[in-house]
C-alpha cells in the first residue's frame, strides 16, 4: 500500500501546478437515496466533486450490507481516470480503487469515477458508507483537499407487481436519476451571496415531464410539473439560508429517483467590533486589539488588517486578539474588513496612541574635530541598559549611524571613525527591549575640518586655502598676461600707423627729388642735341645720372625694408 501511495504522489509531483491554497473536494454517491424491489438490479455512480481547484488523485473504500446487496460488476465506463493504481476490487462488503488523473486533471462538480452494478438480496434498509478516501490536490504538493463523503441509502421492498402510477412517491430504476450541475453556484460545498441561481441538467430519452421543487427540506419530493420537459431553471431563494433544488424524470409508466443540488446562500454580512485591550502603559507599543465579528450563517472566514496604509490578511486563532508590533510612538488608526465564506464584508475602525519615552540628553560633544579624528558623544538618560542610537546626518544627506547600551546609571558613550568632513547634525534615541522608544535628542552640530598647513598670527590655513590661493594667483597671472599683450598690441598699432605715414612722407620726397633729377637730366640731354656741352655741363649731367641711378637703388631697398618691418 505504502507503495501505491507513493506512485500517487510522484505522478502528482508530475502534473505540477502552482500551488494557490486548500479548498473542499467531495466524493459522493449519486443517487443519495433509492428504493428498488427484492431481485432488481441498479446502479450506483461514484463521483467527485472539486469545483475550486483541479484534482489529480483519488481513492476510496466503500462498503456495503453483504446480506442486503451482491456486486454484480463494476463499470470504467466513462471514467476520468486515467490511471489505475488500483484496479476496482470487490470483497465481501468492500470495494476499493484507487486513481489518478493526468494533467492538467479534473475541476468540476460530477467527475464519474466508477459505476457499481448491485443486485437487491432481501428485503430491508442498506447504507452504503465511505470507509475512508482522498481526493488529492493538481498542485504539485499532493495536498489532500478532501472534506466530505457521502453516503447512500438503498430502500429494498418486497418484490411486488408494478403499478402503472404517476404517484409522486414512486422511484423505479427505469430511468437514470437528474444529475444536476450550476453554472452560477458550481460548490454545493460553497456558500454564496448571490440569490439567483441557475440550474442545468441533461434530458433522457423518452421523457415526457419534470418534476422540480425548491425548498429547505433535503427529503422533499418535486411537486412543479413541466410538460414538455425542461432542461434548466433560474430559481430564487426568497432568504438566506441552505435550500434543495430537487429534480425527477418522469414518462408515461414511471419516474426517476430524485436528483438534488445544494444551495447555500448567505447575502448578509458579518458583523465587527473592535476594542483595545487595556495597556497600563501607553508607551508600550504592544497592543491588543480585540476583534469581535460574527456571522450566523456562512461563518467568518479572513479578515484584512490596514493600519496607516499597510495591509494584512489574517487568519483569527480562536482568541480573536490580534497583536500589533513594531511600531513607533504616535497615533495610529486600524481598520478591520471581515469576510465570511460567502464573500461579505463588514469593516470596523479604532484609533489609538503609542506615546514616546522622555528622549535622551547629549551632555558632550566635539563642536569641531580634524579629517581622521573620532568623535566622542556621551550623554544620559533615565533608563539602564537600553539601546542608544546616535545619528550624524551629513549636510548633503548622508547618514551615520551607531549604537551602544545605557550604562546602570544611564549615561553612554559612544565614537564614530572615519567621517568625511563636512558639517553634521547629531541627535540620538533610544529603544528598550519591549520595544518602548523614546522621541529623538535635540540636535548638535559638529563641524569635521581638513587640517591647517601653518598657523600666521592666529591664521589658520589649511589645503583648501592653499588650493584656494594657488588658483587665484593663476588667475591674476592670466589676467596680467592678457593685459600685457592686449597694450603691447595697442602699441603695435600706434608704431606701425606712424611708419606708415613716415613712410609716405620720405617717399613723396624721394619721388620729388627724382622727379627735380630727371628734369635736369633731361634739360641738359636737349641742349646736348643743339649744341656741345661745356665741360663743366657734361660734368653736371654725368654727376646727375649718377645720383639718379644711386636714388632708385636706395628707394628700392628702403621699401623692402619697411615691408620686411610689417609682416
Same mark, same amino acid.
Given at each position: 500500500?505504502?507503495?501505491?501511495?507513493?506512485?500517487? &504522489?510522484?505522478?502528482?509531483?508530475?502534473?505540477?501546478?502552482?500551488?494557490?491554497?486548500?479548498?473542499?473536494?467531495?466524493?459522493?454517491?449519486?443517487?443519495?437515496?433509492?428504493?428498488?424491489?427484492?431481485?432488481?438490479?441498479?446502479? #450506483?455512480?461514484?463521483?467527485?466533486?472539486?469545483?475550486?481547484?483541479?484534482?489529480?488523485?483519488?481513492?476510496?473504500?466503500?462498503?456495503?450490507?453483504?446480506?442486503?446487496?451482491?456486486?454484480?460488476?463494476?463499470?470504467?465506463?466513462?471514467?476520468?481516470?486515467?490511471?489505475?493504481?488500483?484496479?476496482?476490487?470487490?470483497?465481501?462488503?468492500?470495494?476499493?480503487?484507487?486513481?489518478?488523473?493526468?494533467?492538467?486533471?479534473?475541476?468540476?462538480?460530477?467527475?464519474?469515477?466508477?459505476? #457499481?452494478?448491485?443486485?437487491?438480496?432481501?428485503?430491508?434498509?442498506?447504507?452504503?458508507?465511505?470507509?475512508?478516501?482522498?481526493? !488529492?490536490?493538481?498542485?504539485?504538493?499532493?495536498?489532500?483537499? %478532501?472534506?466530505?463523503?457521502?453516503?447512500?441509502? +438503498?430502500?429494498?421492498?418486497?418484490?411486488?407487481?408494478?403499478?402503472?402510477?404517476?404517484?409522486? @412517491?414512486?422511484?423505479?430504476?427505469?430511468?437514470?436519476?437528474?444529475?444536476?450541475?450550476?453554472?452560477?453556484?458550481?460548490?454545493? *460545498?460553497?456558500?454564496?451571496?448571490?440569490?439567483?441561481?441557475? !440550474?442545468?441538467? *441533461?434530458?433522457?430519452?423518452? +421523457?415526457?415531464?419534470?418534476?422540480?421543487?425548491?425548498?429547505?427540506?433535503?427529503?422533499?419530493?418535486?411537486?412543479?410539473?413541466?410538460?414538455?420537459?425542461?432542461?434548466?431553471?433560474?430559481?430564487?431563494?426568497?432568504?438566506?439560508?441552505?435550500?434543495?433544488?430537487?429534480?425527477?424524470?418522469?414518462?408515461?409508466?414511471?419516474?426517476?429517483?430524485?436528483?438534488?443540488?445544494?444551495?447555500?446562500?448567505?447575502?448578509?454580512?458579518?458583523?465587527?467590533?473592535?476594542?483595545? +485591550?487595556?495597556?497600563?502603559?501607553?508607551?508600550?507599543?504592544?497592543?491588543?486589539?480585540?476583534?469581535?465579528?460574527?456571522? =450566523?450563517?456562512?461563518?467568518?472566514?479572513?479578515?484584512?488588517?490596514?493600519? *496607516?496604509?499597510?495591509?494584512?490578511?489574517?487568519?483569527?486563532?480562536?482568541?480573536?486578539?490580534?497583536?500589533?508590533?513594531?511600531?513607533?510612538?504616535?497615533?495610529?488608526?486600524?481598520?478591520?474588513?471581515?469576510?465570511?465564506?460567502?464573500?461579505?464584508?463588514?469593516?470596523?475602525?479604532?484609533?489609538?496612541?503609542?506615546?514616546?519615552?522622555?528622549?535622551?540628553?547629549?551632555?558632550?560633544?566635539?563642536?569641531?574635530?580634524?579629517?581622521?579624528?573620532?568623535?566622542?558623544?556621551?550623554?544620559?538618560?533615565?533608563?539602564?541598559?537600553?539601546?542608544?542610537?546616535?545619528?550624524?546626518?551629513?549636510?548633503?544627506?548622508?547618514?551615520?549611524?551607531?549604537?551602544?547600551?545605557?550604562?546602570?546609571?544611564?549615561?553612554?558613550?559612544?565614537?564614530?571613525?572615519?567621517?568625511?568632513?563636512?558639517?553634521?547634525?547629531?541627535?540620538?534615541?533610544?529603544?528598550?527591549?519591549?520595544?518602548?522608544?523614546?522621541?529623538?535628542?535635540?540636535?548638535?552640530?559638529?563641524?569635521?575640518?581638513?587640517?591647517?598647513?601653518?598657523?600666521?598670527?592666529?591664521?589658520?590655513?589649511?589645503?583648501?586655502?592653499? $588650493?584656494?590661493?594657488?588658483?587665484? %594667483?593663476?588667475?591674476?597671472?592670466?589676467?596680467?598676461?592678457?593685459?600685457? &599683450?592686449?597694450? &603691447?598690441?595697442?602699441?603695435?598699432?600706434?608704431?606701425?600707423?606712424?611708419?606708415?605715414? $613716415?613712410?609716405?612722407? #620720405?617717399?613723396?620726397?624721394?619721388?620729388?627729388?627724382?622727379?627735380?633729377?630727371?628734369?635736369? #637730366?633731361?634739360?641738359?640731354?636737349?641742349?646736348? *642735341?643743339?649744341?656741345? $656741352?661745356?665741360?663743366?655741363?657734361?660734368?653736371? &649731367?654725368?654727376?646727375?645720372?649718377?645720383?639718379?641711378?644711386?636714388?632708385?637703388?636706395? %628707394?628700392?631697398?628702403?621699401?623692402? =625694408?619697411?615691408?620686411?618691418? @610689417?609682416?
Amino acid at each position: 500500500m505504502a507503495f501505491k501511495n507513493k506512485i500517487i &504522489l510522484f505522478l502528482g509531483i508530475l502534473n505540477f501546478l502552482v500551488f494557490k491554497g486548500v479548498f473542499a473536494a467531495s466524493i459522493y454517491l449519486s443517487p443519495a437515496q433509492k428504493t428498488v424491489n427484492v431481485g432488481d438490479s441498479f446502479s #450506483i455512480v461514484v463521483y467527485v466533486e472539486s469545483s475550486d481547484q483541479a484534482m489529480n488523485a483519488v481513492s476510496f473504500r466503500l462498503s456495503f450490507p453483504k446480506d442486503l446487496l451482491k456486486v454484480n460488476n463494476v463499470s470504467k465506463a466513462g471514467s476520468i481516470i486515467n490511471f489505475w493504481v488500483q484496479e476496482p476490487q470487490v470483497s465481501a462488503e468492500e470495494i476499493f480503487t484507487e486513481g489518478v488523473v493526468l494533467n492538467p486533471g479534473y475541476q468540476g462538480s460530477a467527475g464519474k469515477i466508477l459505476t #457499481i452494478n448491485f443486485k437487491a438480496l432481501k428485503e430491508g434498509t442498506a447504507d452504503l458508507n465511505f470507509i475512508s478516501g482522498s481526493v !488529492l490536490a493538481n498542485d504539485g504538493q499532493g495536498t489532500n483537499i %478532501l472534506k466530505s463523503l457521502n453516503s447512500a441509502t +438503498i430502500k429494498i421492498r418486497p418484490k411486488v407487481k408494478e403499478e402503472k402510477t404517476k404517484d409522486v @412517491f414512486q422511484q423505479t430504476s427505469f430511468i437514470p436519476a437528474p444529475i444536476i450541475i450550476s453554472p452560477t453556484h458550481p460548490s454545493q *460545498n460553497k456558500w454564496y451571496n448571490i440569490k439567483e441561481a441557475k !440550474l442545468v441538467w *441533461n434530458l433522457p430519452e423518452n +421523457i415526457n415531464e419534470v418534476r422540480t421543487l425548491l425548498g429547505q427540506n433535503p427529503n422533499a419530493y418535486p411537486q412543479v410539473s413541466y410538460i414538455p420537459p425542461i432542461n434548466s431553471k433560474d430559481v430564487t431563494t426568497p432568504y438566506d439560508g441552505v435550500w434543495y433544488f430537487s429534480l425527477q424524470f418522469c414518462n408515461e409508466t414511471s419516474c426517476s429517483d430524485i436528483g438534488r443540488y445544494k444551495l447555500q446562500i448567505d447575502t448578509t454580512p458579518p458583523t465587527v467590533n473592535l476594542k483595545e +485591550i487595556q495597556r497600563e502603559d501607553l508607551t508600550d507599543p504592544r497592543v491588543k486589539i480585540y476583534i469581535d465579528a460574527k456571522d =450566523d450563517l456562512s461563518g467568518i472566514d479572513y479578515y484584512l488588517i490596514n493600519i *496607516n496604509g499597510k495591509t494584512e490578511k489574517w487568519i483569527d486563532d480562536g482568541t480573536h486578539i490580534y497583536q500589533l508590533k513594531d511600531l513607533k510612538p504616535g497615533q495610529y488608526e486600524i481598520s478591520v474588513k471581515v469576510f465570511d465564506k460567502a464573500g461579505n464584508n463588514n469593516e470596523a475602525k479604532l484609533s489609538f496612541e503609542i506615546k514616546p519615552l522622555e528622549p535622551p540628553e547629549i551632555t558632550d560633544y566635539p563642536k569641531e574635530v580634524v579629517l581622521g579624528e573620532p568623535v566622542i558623544i556621551k550623554g544620559r538618560t533615565k533608563y539602564p541598559n537600553v539601546d542608544v542610537y546616535v545619528y550624524l546626518e551629513h549636510q548633503k544627506g548622508a547618514k551615520v549611524v551607531n549604537n551602544t547600551k545605557t550604562k546602570e546609571n544611564g549615561e553612554f558613550e559612544i565614537m564614530v571613525n572615519n567621517l568625511s568632513a563636512g558639517v553634521y547634525k547629531a541627535y540620538a534615541q533610544f529603544r528598550d527591549e519591549i520595544g518602548r522608544e523614546s522621541l529623538p535628542s535635540d540636535y548638535v552640530n559638529i563641524v569635521v575640518r581638513v587640517p591647517y598647513l601653518i598657523e600666521v598670527f592666529g591664521l589658520k590655513i589649511n589645503i583648501f586655502n592653499v $588650493l584656494i590661493l594657488f588658483i587665484s %594667483l593663476i588667475i591674476v597671472l592670466i589676467l596680467g598676461i592678457t593685459y600685457y &599683450l592686449r597694450k &603691447l598690441n595697442q602699441i603695435r598699432e600706434r608704431v606701425e600707423k606712424e611708419t606708415k605715414d $613716415l613712410h609716405n612722407a #620720405i617717399h613723396n620726397f624721394i619721388k620729388y627729388l627724382h622727379s627735380r633729377f630727371e628734369e635736369q #637730366i633731361k634739360l641738359l640731354q636737349e641742349t646736348k *642735341n643743339k649744341r656741345e $656741352l661745356t665741360e663743366e655741363e657734361n660734368k653736371i &649731367l654725368h654727376e646727375l645720372e649718377e645720383k639718379l641711378d644711386k636714388l632708385n637703388k636706395y %628707394l628700392h631697398k628702403e621699401i623692402k =625694408d619697411i615691408e620686411e618691418i @610689417f609682416k
